[in-house]
């Protein structure tokens, strides 16, 4: 980069929409954190990244007790990242882990000259890209004014909407909307829209009749949509990005003449913005009223564990956790392709998966299931277990009375 040239982060950014993005990630190790989690989290934010339309160039980590209130790594490494987008002249964004303030993404972005996203306006960036109907744009627009009110000091040029490219697809559109006054205001009048439209969701709820609800919960990218669409014979829409479904699906399902609504529910992620969780409250009301959950788990995924915990934490936070639930774990076919060797044979193969749902039970004290959606492994031991607890459910809500449909 040409240090003779002046810097001017609106001048430079009001091109349009870039076709891709190039980024380097920045993370922090923690004393209390593993290297090897932390590397695991980067490779998230990279998903992330490349769902929202970048492409990771570098990955810079630095161990610190806590975060540098000025720069949030310290100040060797920021003149480390400085020299690398120096060197290289197509890097045009920095996206760090965690949350920053406004202070600190103002002097990052003066000291390294390109944009600064953090990981929750990554996250909102994606929503916004992904938001279709009128209730998702607008609890996506509550979630970036909640974000944005408390960062709006000093950052009245940064915070311009009309830059494009990741974490600046905002919901206001002029500088002037970056008063706090005016801010509060669009929050209130979201809040109003979003209750008219609970409301209406609400009776929509009451018409759906007696049935038993079940939802498909679990961390984003898991195969909820792919296994939606297996067990409803329908067509959601289903993609190997993070949060590729963000309104809840609702279809009905009938197994040997019992039917049950089935819904399909946004992603959960660790460390989701409070803000989404609070905007989407509504679309979370479709797990909160659930009858029956089915938590589905990508058991391909190296830390699969770690991510049913951050879902059962969610789901605490949501009251659903002591919800009849049956957790499903996806993607078998992966797992195998990934951890058995060719040379096993068929009977050990089947003993070792064995041994793994004993230790899933006793681990997550829940049933289990193993399936491959994509290839339909499975489905029919899944549609006779779900089968047999939306009909425990039926008999414990109508105990005195044979239901016929």
């Known amino acids: 980069m040409d240090p003779s040239i002046q810097w001017d982060l609106n001048k430079q950014t009001k091109l349009g929409l870039k076709v891709e993005e190039n980024a380097v990630l920045v993370g922090i190790i923690r004393p209390e954190d593993d290297e090897d989690t932390v590397k695991e989290h980067l490779d998230e934010l990279e998903f992330l990244a490349m769902t929202a339309g970048a492409t990771t160039r570098k990955v810079y ?157 679990g961390y984003t990218n898991v195969g909820k949509s792919t296994l939606m669409n297996v067990l409803s014979k329908s067509e959601v829409f289903a993609e190997d990005k993070l949060f590729a479904t963000l309104d809840t699906t609702v279809r009905k399902v009938v197994l040997q003449a019992t039917p049950f609504l089935l819904s399909d529910t946004v992603g959960f992620i660790r460390k989701l913005p409070t803000h989404l969780i609070e905007s989407f409250k509504s679309t979370l009301d479709e797990v909160r009223e659930a009858d029956i959950l089915l938590h589905v788990v990508d058991i391909a995924h190296p830390q699969f564990e770690d991510q049913v915990i951050t879902v059962k934490e969610t789901l605490r936070d949501l009251g659903a956790l002591e919800k009849p639930t049956l957790m499903v774990f996806n993607k078998i076919d992966l797992y195998r392709e990934r951890y058995f060797d060719d040379l096993l044979e068929e009977e050990v193969k089947t003993e070792i998966e064995e041994d793994l749902k004993r230790k899933l039970r006793n681990d997550f004290d829940a049933e289990n299931i193993f399936i491959s959606a994509l290839n339909k492994e499975n489905m029919d031991k899944l549609r006779a277990k779900l089968l047999e607890m939306v009909k425990a459910e039926y008999e414990v809500r109508y105990p005195y009375q044979v239901k016929r449909w």
């Open 61 to 217: 980590t630095q161990r610190m007790k806590h975060p540098n209130p000025r720069t949030f790594v310290g100040k060797g490494k920021l003149e480390e990242i400085q020299k690398y987008i120096e060197e290289h002249d197509d890097i045009n964004v920095v996206i760090f882990d965690d949350d920053l303030t406004g202070k600190q993404t103002n002097i990052i972005e003066e000291e390294l000259k390109v944009k600064i996203v953090d990981r929750s306006s990554l996250i909102l960036d994606i929503f916004a890209r992904r938001a279709q109907t009128a209730q998702a744009k607008a609890q996506v627009d509550l979630a970036q004014m909640q974000y944005l009110l408390p960062r709006l000091r000093g950052l009245w040029t940064h915070l311009e909407r009309q830059r494009g490219g990741i974490g600046m697809r905002g919901p206001g559109e002029k500088e002037i909307e970056t008063d706090r006054r005016i801010v509060r205001d669009q929050i209130s009048l979201l809040k109003k829209k979003l209750e008219k439209i609970d409301r209406q969701n609400e009776t929509r709820r009451k018409q759906r009749g007696e049935m038993i609800r079940v939802a498909l919960v």
